[in-house]
């Protein structure tokens, strides 16, 4: 099965930006759709972003204009850079497949948005 290694997160002031990196195994990742979500304290997880394999992207509309997905098939990663990060970004981030397809998540990497 497919596994993800999300890092990249840590602590920020308002405004300000990050880049996570989700690392996946497997041979075939250069056709799934991948999405990074995100869960914050009492919330269930949303999905924030999504990446099609030739690059079309798609935004939750909390996030458009701020966040942008990549993703390099040759390394097996996708990416998410956050602009202009809010309190309200504050979440646990993960990557997965969308849609997810098991319930497997990696262990996901902490965003937190404070002044």
């Known amino acids: 099965q497919v596994q993800f290694v999300e890092s990249g997160g840590g602590l920020v002031h308002p405004g300000g930006s990050l880049r996570l990196s989700c690392a996946a195994s497997?041979?075939?990742?250069?056709?799934?759709?991948m999405g990074w979500y995100r869960q914050a304290p009492g919330k269930q997880r949303e999905l924030v972003a999504t990446?099609?394999?030739?690059?079309?992207?798609v935004y939750a509309d909390s996030v458009k204009g701020r966040f942008t997905i990549s993703r390099d098939n040759d390394l097996k990663s996708v990416y998410l850079r956050m602009n202009s990060l809010k309190p309200e970004d504050t979440a646990v981030y993960y990557c997965?497949?969308?849609?997810?397809?098991?319930?497997?998540w990696g262990q996901g990497t902490q965003v937190t948005v404070s002044s």
């Open positions: 997965n497949r969308s849609p997810v397809v098991s319930d497997y």
């Open positions: 497997g041979s075939i990742f250069s056709i799934y759709v």
């Open positions: 990446i099609r394999t030739g690059g079309f992207a």
